[in-house]
Structure formats: structure tokens, C-alpha cells
């Protein structure tokens, strides 16, 4: 059990390279930048998700209120 004691305790520490990545500072590049941690393809879809939801309660709105001419 206690054999391999000193051997192991001259070795590198078995956390040292986890403690090392810890304070490591990742580079983000322009390419993988994220907002709102999506990518630009569904920051799209839900910009024309939201653009027709605006147009459909728009139209109904005017169509409560009688503004729509026929």
C-alpha cells in the first residue's frame, strides 16, 4: 500500500494542470463571437419569427378596431 508513497509524491500533482486551466483566458475569435449564445442562423429564424408575430397581431388589432378597409 505504502510502497510507491515517494514515488508518487516527486510526481506532478495529479489537479495541477486543472488548476492551470482554470485561470487560463480562452481567445474568442470574431468567428465564433455569440450573442445571447446563439448563432447568426438562429438569431435570423427568431428575427423573422418575430417580424411575422408583429405583422400577424398588427393585422388583427386593426381588424378589432375596424381600420381595415375592404
Not at 15 to 22: I, S, Y
Not at 61 to 69: D, E, N
Request: charged fraction near 25%; aromatic fraction near 10%.
Amino acid at each position: 500500500m505504502f510502497d510507491n508513497l515517494r514515488e508518487l509524491s516527486d510526481g506532478p500533482m495529479e489537479f495541477e494542470e486543472e488548476r492551470k486551466r482554470l485561470f487560463e483566458v480562452e481567445d474568442q475569435s470574431v468567428s465564433e463571437r455569440r450573442i445571447f449564445g446563439m448563432t447568426s442562423g438562429q438569431r435570423l429564424v427568431l428575427a423573422v419569427l418575430f417580424l411575422a408575430t408583429v405583422l400577424v397581431m398588427g393585422t388583427a388589432c386593426l381588424m378589432v378596431m375596424g381600420k381595415v378597409w375592404y
